[in-house]
Each structure stands twice: as structure tokens, then as C-alpha cells.
T-cell receptor
């Protein structure tokens, strides 16, 4: 299984809602990532988990809260988002965090904040 | 600081003609380099990667890229474009000890 899955595919939420994005991989990868991608732009790194521990937080606002319950799962909890947070949220995984490791990307969750 | 330049924001080719997407990078150490493709409303798919082995790298779907250290370039080529190649292409540099640095992307259009 060489796939990263993400649910839901689409999500519409109000600014007072709480929602979660889910990401799963069964490749035995020990590094997992959250990216945010705005239209016509490259992905921007948000968080990196290595061996289920948060290793990088790229100064992301606290209304985004990542969680790694086990080595196969990665969640992104959303609370009190702003309309400018509307974007495609991509999850990725890699064997490790060495620079030679390619990242495998999921299809993304298209988030709209009203 | 590491950076990636993709010299063309948009490339348009006719079906059956060659594709050239240009990428230049700056990096303090020998980096790993990747090309990813993203079709509309999809995730990113790895086309190929360079990790200090052979300088000519073959990828999926007939794509290949050549690492030229003296020119700090990693251009992506394909001999004959297909309609299904129309997508956004990202060149990525992965410096030692750091995370992915994405180029701004090149949109490839393929005309019938």
C-alpha cells in the first residue's frame, strides 16, 4: 500500500466551528507532514512529526492543532478559523526526515471557512 | 538560504512535441532534488528524484531530469508531450538537514 489517504475531501465550516482533518498511511513511514496550499501557489509546510513527536511547527497559529495518535495517523484539529484559512490542506509522509527521502502526498482536503 | 527558481511560470506545447521545464536551485550543500506533478484539485505525485547517484534521472511517464552541479540546474524533460501531462509541476530541493523547499511551480499546457 503506497497511498496516503485524507478525509474528508471537502469541508465547509463557520468561524466558530470545531472540525478535524484526518490523514492515514500504512507504508510504515515514521515522518508525517501537514502542508497548506493556496491557489496557484506551492505547498507551505505547517507541521512535521517524526516518530510520533512534533518536531517542527512553522509558527502556525494556535487555531490549528496537530495530533499524531500513532505512527499511521495524523490529525489536524481546527478551531475558530478565519476565512483566509480557506485552502487545500495536504498531508504527506516519508520513510524518515533525511533529505534523500521523498514525500508521498495525499489528495488533500479542500477547506472553506465562511 | 536555500531557494528554487522555476524560470517559467507557464509553458505551452503542442501534443507530441518535447517538453522542457527549467529549474535552478541554490544550496549550501549537495541537496536532494525532486520533481512533483499536481493535477487540478489533486495531491502531489513524485515524478523523479536525484540523491547524488546518477546525474541523469529517469522518472515515471517518460519524464527525465539531468542534475548539473556546475549550472545548479535540474531541468525536467519529456520527448513527446501528451494531453494528460497538462498540470502544475514543482521542482523541490531538499537541503541536508532541512525540509523541502518548493519552487513556485510551472503550469504546463498541452495543445491538441
Amino acid at each position: 500500500d503506497t497511498e496516503v489517504t485524507q478525509t474528508p475531501k471537502h469541508l465547509v465550516m463557520g468561524m466558530t466551528n470545531k472540525k478535524s482533518l484526518k490523514c492515514e498511511q500504512h507504508m510504515g513511514h515514521r515522518a508525517m507532514y501537514w502542508y497548506k496550499q493556496k491557489a496557484k501557489k506551492p505547498p507551505e509546510l505547517m507541521f512535521v512529526y517524526s516518530y510520533e513527536k512534533l518536531s517542527i511547527n512553522e509558527s502556525v497559529p494556535s487555531r490549528f492543532s496537530p495530533e499524531c495518535p500513532n505512527s499511521s495517523l495524523l490529525n489536524l484539529h481546527l478551531h475558530a478559523l478565519q476565512p483566509e484559512d480557506s485552502a487545500l490542506y495536504l498531508c504527506a509522509s516519508s520513510q524518515g526526515t533525511g533529505n534523500y527521502n521523498e514525500q508521498f502526498f495525499g489528495p488533500g482536503t479542500r477547506l472553506t471557512v465562511l | 538560504a536555500q531557494s528554487v527558481t522555476q524560470l517559467d511560470s507557464h509553458v505551452s506545447v503542442s501534443e507530441g512535441t518535447p517538453v522542457l521545464l527549467r529549474c535552478n536551485y541554490s544550496s549550501s550543500y549537495s541537496p536532494s532534488l525532486f520533481w512533483y506533478v499536481q493535477h487540478p484539485n489533486k495531491g502531489l505525485q513524485l515524478l523523479l528524484k536525484y540523491t547524488s547517484a546518477a546525474t541523469l534521472v529517469k522518472g515515471i511517464n517518460g519524464f527525465e531530469a539531468e542534475f548539473k552541479k556546475s549550472e545548479t540546474s535540474f531541468h525536467l524533460t519529456k520527448p513527446s508531450a501528451h494531453m494528460s501531462d497538462a498540470a502544475e509541476y514543482f521542482c523541490v530541493v531538499s537541503p541536508y538537514g532541512q525540509n523541502f523547499v518548493f519552487g513556485p511551480g510551472t503550469r504546463l499546457s498541452v495543445l491538441p
